[in-house]
């Protein structure tokens, strides 16, 4: 008798791969089943209930306890449900064209509450809308909004936004001139200051970091364009297995904006200091700026890192003594005379 007044549940049921739903109300799991199965051609027998979100099997004293309007999967007898993943899965497997597969997975993440499953089918339809392959303007216009006209393919953009950057810390190194007080120190550091952007021009401010078309040991990504996070600066690798392929969409393209070119030595705490005090007792001649451009501008002391794996803290690193000073001429080399002539050496 008591049954007769329990209250209806309403629920979202669907099918196993397919995710049109529909609202079911039920006062028990025997009802919910009936009603189901009718509704999504289900054989009664052996059908069972499951979680949308984790696979938890719903059980008729379970029941109670599930939240109204919870999203429930009908399986026949012999299928089963492991949670969000299954429908990523199914996915993948299917032999579905690339624009129906975008489509599919947009309408999973349409309904989509929760963070994490969020997360996983905002990363498989970026990947899904990889167009990675296509390099000029003419061939993926999307990639390109935003971007100056003067840039005719990715590579081309990417040399330059990675110039862009590196260019950033020549700025750095002339703004450190202005806290020189002694004019001959001042004079002196300007010269280094000079020097080290001249080597860095020559080498088109290390652009190359970011071209896919530049050869292999020039570059931070792979030839199709993936860049994978090296870590910390006190770490080996990246613990979270970060990666993106900035080449791949325009999404991408954006978010790769926030990864960072990382200093190992850090260049405000550390390496503009150590320059400073140099120049202090050294002219530019006696300073190793081969070492400090290496340290300021290239991949010796920069690392490529996501935003998450990129500690703002003190790194505790120094620059190396013995590197930062040209090695004086040996004096136990034999002498020459004026007119050339060798002198000998007892």
């Not at 953009?157 to 950033?168: D, E, L, T, V």
């Not at 090695?327 to 007892?346: L, Q, Y």
Request: glycine letters at 4%; one cysteine or more; aromatic letters at 10%.
């Amino acid at each position: 008798m008591f049954g007769l007044f329990q209250k209806y549940k309403p629920m979202k049921i669907r099918n196993f791969h397919d995710n049109k739903k529909y609202g079911v109300a039920a006062r028990n799991l025997k009802e919910l089943l009936k009603k189901a199965c009718k509704q999504l051609q289900v054989p009664v027998a052996g059908a069972h209930v499951c979680l949308y979100e984790d696979g938890t099997e719903v059980t008729e004293e379970y029941f109670p306890t599930v939240a109204d309007n919870t999203e429930l999967v009908v399986l026949s007898r012999e299928q089963t449900w492991s949670g969000v993943m299954c429908d990523v899965g199914w996915l993948l497997s299917a032999d579905l064209h690339a624009d129906r597969l975008i489509e599919a997975v947009k309408d999973l993440f349409s309904d989509e509450l929760s963070p994490k499953r969020r997360k996983i089918l905002t990363d498989l339809l970026l990947s899904l809308e990889d167009t990675s392959e296509r390099e000029s303007r003419e061939e993926d216009e999307d990639w390109f909004k935003g971007v100056d006209v003067r840039f005719k393919t990715k590579s081309a953009y990417m040399k330059y936004n990675c110039a862009s950057r590196i260019r950033g810390y020549v700025k750095e190194v002339d703004d450190a001139t202005k806290t020189i007080q002694k004019p001959k120190v001042r004079a002196e550091f300007m010269k280094m200051a000079n020097c080290l952007t001249d080597m860095l021009k020559s080498a088109k401010y290390n652009g190359c970091y970011f071209d896919r078309t530049e050869k292999e040991t020039d570059r931070f990504c792979t030839q199709e364009g993936w860049f994978t996070c090296q870590g910390s600066f006190d770490q080996d690798v990246c613990q979270s297995l970060h990666s993106i392929n900035p080449y791949s969409n325009l999404e991408s393209r954006i978010i790769f904006s926030s990864w960072n070119l990382d200093h190992r030595i850090e260049k405000k705490r550390t390496i503009l200091p150590a320059l400073l005090d140099a120049a202090q007792s050294h002219t530019c001649t006696e300073i190793n700026l081969g070492y400090f451009y290496r340290l300021l501008f290239t991949r010796d002391n920069l690392k490529l890192v996501h935003i998450a794996c990129h500690k703002k803290g003190a790194h505790n690193l120094l620059c190396d003594q013995k590197k930062m000073f040209k090695r004086a001429k040996c004096t136990s080399e034999p002498k020459r005379k004026a007119k050339g002539k060798r002198i000998r050496v007892v």
